[in-house]
């Protein structure tokens, strides 16, 4: 990702609430069950509620029980990278967005589905944009659509070379 954002924390302080400076910039975690979307069931993408990188998609959302939103995978690791967490005697790895540097959670490889990924993310760390939804399908089907042409295109080029 090109565009890396950097702000002063004070720069911060005057852009974010206190909770979301809190989880956000000093890696500090939101209650339990306290969170906006922990039983959400909306569809759309969440975003980081610090630059507006597109992180997860309600597809991907399920419900941990952990008291936290937690997704099975990322939209795209352009925009999510991950460190080792070892503070208060353990073994974590962190969640951070790419192009703010925001604490986002915590992922951790017991998740349900095929990924085996539980990503836990902060709620105060994330907006919901109902309409992004749609945008993803459709750069999704495109980039489908596109794959399918060049496979075409180079087996149409083998068959006329085989000629």
Not at 40 to 49: F, I, M, P, R, T
Not at 68 to 83: A, C, G, L
């Amino acid at each position: 990702m090109s565009d890396i954002i950097q702000k002063t924390n004070e720069d911060w302080q005057k852009e974010l609430t206190p909770e979301q400076y809190k989880v956000m910039r000093e890696k500090f975690t939101e209650s339990p069950f306290s969170g906006k979307y922990v039983n959400s069931k909306e569809k759309g993408v969440y975003k980081c509620a610090g630059c507006g990188a597109e992180l997860f998609s309600s597809d991907t959302k399920f419900d941990s029980g952990t008291g936290w939103p937690s997704f099975d995978d990322v939209i795209s690791n352009e925009h999510v990278e991950t460190r080792d967490d070892l503070e208060f005697g353990m073994h974590r790895t962190e969640v951070l967005c790419k192009k703010c540097g925001a604490h986002l959670g915590h992922v951790f490889p017991d998740g349900p589905t095929h990924t085996g990924q539980r990503y836990c993310i902060n709620s105060v760390c994330l907006t919901l944009d109902p309409k992004e939804e749609d945008n993803i399908l459709k750069r999704q089907d495109e980039k489908t659509e596109q794959t399918e042409q060049t496979e075409q295109t180079e087996q149409t080029e083998k068959t006329q070379h085989s000629i």
